[in-house]
């Protein structure tokens, strides 16, 4: 008498493909999670400032670095000679009084 293992073998089979089925569904759940996970960033405010303060300071003429250092330089060598009346001007035109 033979016996045969059909059943048996089908049995396997099946269990084989439950179990690939259950290991695709995990990758797709997995997929699915990852896409929908975007990254995010939160600047604080500080940075924001400073990254204006860069932007700001890009911008400086070079220009206006020279007359600086030279300002620097007559006040260093003591020739720097204030101009009192353009300052009593701007500073006039700061708190608002007339001559």
Known sequence: ??????LLNQLQANKTESAQQVEKQQKQAEQTSSASKKDSLEVSEKARLLSKARV?????????????????????QGDYKVPHEELAKRLAAHIDIKR
């Open 1 to 6: 008498m033979k016996i045969e293992n059909n």
């Open 56 to 76: 700001a300071l890009d911008g400086v003429d070079e220009v206006r670095a020279q007359k600086v250092n030279d300002l620097k330089e007559l006040v260093n």
